[in-house]
Nanobody, 122 residues
Framework: QVQLVESGGGLVQAGGSLRLSCAASGRTFSNYTMAWFRQAPGKEREFVAKISRKGGITYYADSVKGRFTISRDNAKNTLYLQMNSLKSEDTAVYYC???????????????WGQGTQVTVSS
């Protein structure tokens, strides 16, 4: 089992920045591909970004590319999402997720955090 706990959400004005953190425990963090997803009210959960086990490869949704940066610190068992130039449409609950093994298409994210709310006011 992997336990994931997100933090860092809050209320921010459009154009502002936030950094989300996801603390992992329970298994070897560096064995897992990690990702961020988000879900806005009335919408389906959507992919935001993912990062390989050592952090050398990252992918982003087009909607956040150039504004968000995913990173990880395997020594601290922590995943991050730096969010800059925030827009009202970024308002959502943000979830971190873990998939065992290398970064690959169709990876199954078996472990999820409880989510942290990000609200961007315009």
């Amino acid at each position: 089992q992997v336990q994931l706990v997100e933090s860092g959400g809050g209320l921010v004005q459009a154009g502002g920045s936030l950094r989300l953190s996801c603390a992992a425990s329970g298994r070897t963090f560096s064995n897992y591909t990690m990702a961020w997803f988000r879900q806005a009210p009335g919408k389906e959960r959507e992919f935001v970004a993912k990062i390989s086990r050592k952090g050398g490869i990252t992918y982003y949704a087009d909607s956040v590319k150039g504004r968000f940066t995913i990173s990880r610190d395997n020594a601290k068992n922590t995943l991050y999402l730096q969010m800059n130039s925030l827009k009202s449409e970024d308002t959502a609950v943000y979830y971190c997720a873990a998939a065992f093994g290398p970064l690959r298409v169709g990876a199954r994210y078996d472990y999820w955090g409880q989510g942290t709310q990000v609200t961007v006011s315009s």
